[in-house]
């Protein structure tokens, strides 16, 4: 039988996350589209891949095994667009690729090793960009791609495909003021001394814009320039932060709670520019670095990265 590659990749959101409905939130499916092409999935294969139940799912041996090799063919397809990709572009015109300070965290480094390893021929330059002005970048011609903000994006025209979950929590410190709280609005938040990213920060920006003229009076204790430090300040009790949830690891002390505001459900999108539509072979290859890399990125369902209260289900 012949298997899609987004199907497999679903799959593999839904046995990470051990839930159908949590798989096709990270795939930007609806509930029904993804139980569907679960059960072809299993159709084609003849054997039953999920155990069903009131907490979620888990995989059957059958699934086990589904997952262990979907895994191998998508290492070996980035491999293999990777291998091609390198005759196809002169080393002297490098790929451009912008995002975010939060995709700059982890997402677009983890790619970017994968991707240079195995293209020894070909440069990658890279720019951290707002997504308004990475959006205008593509639409010019000046960048090959770009992980842009669904909410920023909007309807700009280009090619577009989700990437993965980047919404905001607030952290503190283990047994703190959050201590049996699992969301929390930003005024509450604020309520207590914070620490953050540097105002000119990317996310710090995205914050305040959001907050709007009328937000509450924040007392910030320090503000630093990257993520890891500002989540280690916080685990050490400096202050409350609001990060994205997918900077957190997944073993660090920490209480994790919702943000309680509609802005603070975000997700990446892998946006395409304009300047070559018959996207170069190099393109396509980075493009699903950044896939596997958004694919391999840890689940946070942990007792101290918990969602937040939510009641169990019957998913399916």
């Known amino acids: 039988m012949r298997y899609d590659l987004d199907d497999l990749r679903l799959f593999l959101h839904i046995v990470t996350e051990g839930s159908i409905t949590a798989g ?40 086990t095994t589904l997952a262990r090799h979907a895994r191998d063919v998508l290492a070996r397809t980035a491999r293999l667009e990777s291998a091609v990709a390198s005759y196809t572009r002169p080393p002297t015109a490098p790929l451009t690729l912008l995002g975010g300070g939060s ?74 003021v959050l201590a049996g709280r699992t969301a929390v609005t930003y005024s509450e938040a604020a309520e207590h001394p914070l620490v953050g990213l540097d ?42 932060a609001v990060v994205p949830r997918r900077a957190i690891g997944p073993h660090q002390p920490l209480d994790v709670c919702e943000l309680r505001e509609p802005w603070a459900r975000r997700h990446h999108l892998l946006a395409w520019g304009v300047k070559d539509r018959a996207a170069s072979t190099a393109t396509m290859a980075l493009a699903e670095h950044l896939r596997h890399a958004a694919l391999a990125e840890p689940s946070l369902r942990g007792a101290h990265a918990d969602s937040g209260g939510r009641q169990p289900f019957q998913d399916g």
């Open 103 to 176: 995709a700059m965290h982890r997402l677009v480094p983890q790619a970017l090793i994968s991707f240079l390893r195995a293209h020894p021929d070909t440069d990658v330059t890279v720019s951290e960009s707002r997504t308004p002005r990475t959006v205008r970048m593509l639409a010019d011609g000046e960048a090959d791609l770009g992980v842009v903000l669904d909410d920023e994006a909007g309807d700009c025209g280009l090619r577009t495909e989700p990437l993965g979950d980047d919404s905001l929590v607030v952290i503190g410190q283990a047994g703190g």
């Open 199 to 240: 105002a000119d920060s990317s996310l710090r920006r995205w914050i305040e814009k959001h907050l709007g003229p009328h937000a509450p009076v924040a007392r910030h204790r320090t503000t630093v320039a990257n993520l890891n430090v500002l989540v280690s300040l916080a685990a050490a009790g400096v202050g409350l």
């Open 24 to 63: 096709a939130h990270r795939m930007h499916l609806s509930l029904p589209s993804a139980s569907a092409r679960v059960r072809s999935l299993e159709h084609h294969a003849g054997v039953a891949l999920l155990i069903r139940g009131r907490r979620g799912v888990r995989p059957t041996p059958a699934g």
